[in-house]
């Protein structure tokens, strides 16, 4: 048999037909293809490399999502249109609502008045009487009147813990207590100092001994494990109740941040007065809000929001979502705003979420990294790169204190870590000084966090180097 009759259709046969500027555009596009498929192909190895073959990593489930927004193409992806729990990366989603809808200043406090009376509604602000501020509007608002001073809750439609938390974490800093009206944190800060007196000229065998204190004071029980001394001092609150119980240590200084039960607002009605001058009353008889309301702005919303995403602040971003949702609802309801966002500005992920809290406490949380990657091109476009390089760490700083030092600000990203999960989505610039958009997330290590960290770290440095 001839060469001609086994092959008797020739690709050479078909080029007459095809017009030279569609030749080109073929011949174009398939370039495009086998250069996408080698990148594709490249940054696989790479991956497995410097994360997948690495004995921290090769037994957990990871998802990765990698995007050049100039070219609007995924450079690469592994399973990035599976689910993961993604830990605290989940507050990019409360940071691109609060963006959103808290404007320039975050709203402190609404109210409504007559001749002789003051009505207060919470609005969730974070910031009333917190260390981070030294001072807030609505404290000076509030000293200044002379009416009679009522508060009502009735715009508060939400649990003090989340859906998901792990309840054994109450007496941690790290889950605090949501409430329409936080003061202090929703946390009392213990401190223990010893005393200089022990061994001294005037007083030789006098023992040092602890001097115990709170900031703020708080006229609610505190018990003492009589005759129990541990190395470290410890502040151990009832889990129902304002009810702290201490055990002295032997430290110089020792201090322990307690979250407290907030009771809805009632705790912060019973802290306030100290600072305010005057008693606030509760109203708990009213059934609703009336149409019109006035406010009192505290803080620059990014003010909250820098550490928020530096330090990982899980009350911040459970505070900031209730927020938005008091601003879009009416009412702090976190299942409502969450479904509210969903169907509305965030519509267009490609993968539906399961949507929980606002600061990634909760395991039911359930996002894809092509879901974090479409968010982070969304805050990139609305916001600016030039806004998002304030709010988000970067290397070195925050929660990224300690990982891509080798130069500055190449990268600004969101970490995440529960037992078994590490998480890091973000904005990384090639030397090339191009803007990629990345979604890491790994769920059930059993390794050390922090080297699965450095893994990922020497993953997106090999990209930034390649691109």
Same mark, same amino acid.
């Given at each position: 048999m001839s060469k001609s009759s086994r092959f008797p259709f020739h690709f050479s046969s078909i080029l007459p037909s095809i017009p030279v500027k569609g030749f080109r555009l073929v011949a174009y596009s398939l370039m495009l293809l086998l250069a996408s498929c080698s990148t594709q192909r490249q940054i696989g190895k790479a991956a497995n490399t410097d994360l997948f073959l690495d004995s921290s990593v090769q037994h957990a489930h990871v998802g990765i999502s990698l995007f050049d927004p100039s070219t609007k193409k995924y450079l690469y992806t592994h399973n990035a249109?599976?689910?993961f729990v993604p830990a605290s990366n989940t507050k990019l989603? =409360?940071?691109y609502a609060a963006l959103k809808y808290l404007g320039d200043s975050l709203p402190g406090i609404q109210y409504w008045e007559n001749d002789t009376a003051l009505y207060? +509604?919470?609005?969730?602000? $974070? =910031?009333?009487?917190?260390?981070?501020?030294k001072r807030n509007a609505v404290i000076d608002f509030l000293q200044k009147t002379n009416k009679s001073i009522y508060i009502t809750d009735v715009n508060w439609k939400e649990h003090a813990l989340g859906a998901g938390w792990s309840w054994n974490d109450y007496n941690d800093n790290y889950m605090v207590e949501?409430?329409?009206? $936080?003061?202090?944190?929703?946390?009392?800060?213990? +401190? &223990?100092e010893m005393s200089d007196n022990g061994g001294s000229a005037a007083l030789p065998d006098q023992p040092a001994t602890p001097f115990i204190y709170s900031l703020p004071e708080i006229n609610w029980k505190v018990r003492f494990n009589a005759g129990v001394t541990r190395k470290a001092f410890f502040v151990q609150r009832n889990r129902n109740e304002n009810v702290f119980v201490i055990t002295e240590g032997t430290e110089k200084k020792k201090e322990q941040d307690v979250p407290f039960v907030t009771h809805g607002i009632q705790s912060a009605i019973e802290l306030l007065p100290d600072t305010v001058g005057k008693q606030i009353t509760y109203l708990p008889e009213l059934k609703q809000l009336p149409a019109r309301l006035n406010t009192i702005f505290s803080q620059?919303?990014? =003010? +909250?929001? &820098? $550490?928020m995403?530096?330090?990982s602040d899980n009350f911040f971003a459970e505070q900031a979502l209730l927020m938005v949702s008091q601003i879009k609802l009416g009412e702090m309801n976190n299942r409502r705003i969450i479904d509210t966002l969903l169907k509305t500005d965030l519509r267009d992920l490609p993968q539906l979420p399961r949507w929980a809290d606002g600061s990634g406490l909760s395991r039911y949380n359930l996002f894809t990294p092509n879901d974090f990657v479409v968010l982070l091109q969304k805050m990139e476009q609305e916001f600016g790169m030039k806004r998002l390089q304030v709010i988000l760490p970067t290397g070195g700083k925050g929660t990224l204190g300690n990982?891509?030092? &080798?130069d500055s600000n190449y990268i600004f990203a969101k970490t995440g870590t529960l037992s078994g999960v590490v998480a890091l989505s973000g904005?990384?610039?090639t030397k090339k000084n191009k803007l990629l958009i990345f979604s890491v997330l790994i769920n059930n290590h059993t390794g050390s966090a922090g080297t699965i960290r450095k893994r990922v770290e020497a993953f997106l440095n090999g990209i930034r180097n390649r691109y």
């Open positions: 249109k599976k689910y989603f =409360s940071c207060l +509604v919470g609005t969730g602000d $974070p =910031s009333l009487l917190h260390p981070d501020f949501r409430s329409a009206l $936080p003061v202090y944190g929703n946390i009392i800060h213990w +401190v &223990q620059p919303t990014d =003010s +909250v929001l &820098q $550490p995403m530096y330090r990982l891509y030092k &080798q904005y990384i610039y």
